[in-house]
DNA sequence: CTGTTAGCGCATTCAA
DNA sequence: TTGAATGCGCTAACAG
């Protein structure tokens, strides 16, 4: 029935003083063994180094980071209105990131954007440094945040900011031109929004790679659906108001292909016999619905990875530019395309 | 050229020294006013927190958590055996468990398991507690960290620690119940192994459905793929190896139905008209797939959250008994099963 | 090479 | 009701 106070400690926590008793020499000294500092000698450093493994001296972290001005704490910050769509593949960037810092003793201090906020931990002053993904995030929140505090972006890039993206222009290219390999020379463009910028990046490949066959660009082949959960629906439906149907059909990102490939077949429309499908993300799902979706592959653990090195970079001082690094694609191909399949 | 020094502090940070200053009174009575604690004068209370608000002052956290010993950070650990198959599942418990903690003012960490080793954040002291995700966490480690501070175990349970499990009993027994439903007698039952607590767990509820149905057990209908990649493919190549095949599957998790359904298509088998399936967990893929698969809905957000707050309450000393949340679930009916299509 | 001193920024006794 | 003193555990100047 009694209330419990919190974090009653089992054992006494050992602490500097307690390894610097025990080694006869002063707490300063034992701080210095612990971590390479100054000059002294061998046996006085492997001494106290042994005792402190002994005695489990576990350095306090606060009292540290409070000393250094350095809390070894990333932010990774994820805009709420990529959570229930984009998971898995945040999951993966969160994933890849998480292995780099915690190699180089980091933690991730994992928070979901919301209102376009500023994440609390970074608000509160407890990371060294914010990691922030998807094209959500607003402008003004970064440039806020840069300039309290070393920020790499990812999945997104604005001048000023070091950014990890990939190369969405020539990915989008690359899947429109697989398609008009095929023989497809009215080929639709669907898309959630054309404001986002990374798919304005990938509507620009998807003219470019028109233009480079000679094939006229038809505003009327591009379908928006706005950006709500049923977008592709939305798009299919314009799509079907379409006068002649366009032979193949290259989705912004997999969602609206998966959504474009069910909505042609609950009509009758076979893929890719009738209609030919491509995406772009290439995630989880892609390789599970029928056809196989084709779809631009996006490294996702590469971005993470990517990201977190950047933002150590950063931190340490070793780089001087800010610089965008801007992943190169693949281009993964299955049956939806019109290809046999994989 | 020149190496820059970490943080460079743009603002010089405002503590409470500057605050009891511009309010002339001590670091004491500011530490009270917006900590509320003790009696003091409301107007000078609120003349410091006013002055602290224009101040734009910004409590310490490090300094904070050095002096009271709370820390508001809360680790949450995953299994990196879960990494790339369940990513979906846990990044959606995870954005649960952060919405909780963030109302609350606490932090997430996130951190991978690897190697069955404790997380550092846990092992450096810098978390409060800690919430540990998945099957995959061993007991020695659970029992380890236990006795150094509250935990709370996500779908995964062990004597003596609190948890949040689904009831994996009623759900497979449900699900079984319904391909029973469908005049289905001969029922494989498809799992990784039987050595995981939950797959055991779900394994009792397919031959609890049996029996409560007349349904004699036969062994031969249980098939293991093992913990691997290709888990599905070797219990479906077992699978064929029957000579009366079954007239339906029902398929440990989502993953080993689908890998089910991929095999029979393979072989030319019709799904649902041929062979019936089922799987458990009714993650992203199940609608997905062809045909979309019927499957035991596991509350993600719903563990998330009540494992957070689980936790608060663990540390704020409301939770007197160590208790366990077992979420009920339902069956999220699709066509896989037989049922006309969704 | 090592010990002493003085903080880091806050909370918390104890007096007043 | 408020202030002064002390300490949380560690690092970093400065002496020695």
Known sequence: MGTRFPSIPIVMKVTIRDVAKA?????STVSRALNGKGRMRPET?????????ELGFRPNPLA???ATKMN???????????????????????EAIEEVLDREGYHLVFSVIRNAEAPRCVIEGRVDGVILMGTDVRGELVEKLREKLPLVLVDYHLPGAAAVVTDN???????????????????AFVVETLSDPNFKERFEGYRAALEAHGILFDEKLVFEGGRRAESSRFAMEKFFETREMPT???????????????????AGIRVPEDVAVAGFD?????????????????????????????LLDLLRGKLCTVKTDILSIT????????????
């Open 282 to 310: 290439d995630g989880d799902l892609a390789p599970h619905v029928t056809p196989p979706l084709t779809s631009v592959h996006v490294p996702r653990g590469e971005m993470g990875r990517r990201a977190a090195v950047l």
């Open 64 to 66: 540290k980071g409070l």
């Open 169 to 187: 222009f020539g990915g989008a290219k690359a899947a429109v031109e697989h398609l008009i390999g095929h023989g497809h020379r009215k080929i």
């Open 248 to 266: 193949a059909i290259f989705g912004a990102n997999d969602h609206m292909a998966i959504g474009a490939i069910r909505a042609l077949k609950e």
């Open 45 to 53: 450093r492997e001494r106290i180094l042994r005792i402190a493994r």
């Open 72 to 94: 070894y704490c990333i932010g990774v910050g994820i805009d709420a209105r990529h959570l229930p769509i984009k998971r898995s593949f945040y999951g993966a960037v969160l």
């Open 331 to 342: 281009l993964t191909i299955r049956s939806s395309c019109g290809c046999g399949s994989t």
């Open 23 to 27: 080694a006869g020499v002063s707490p």
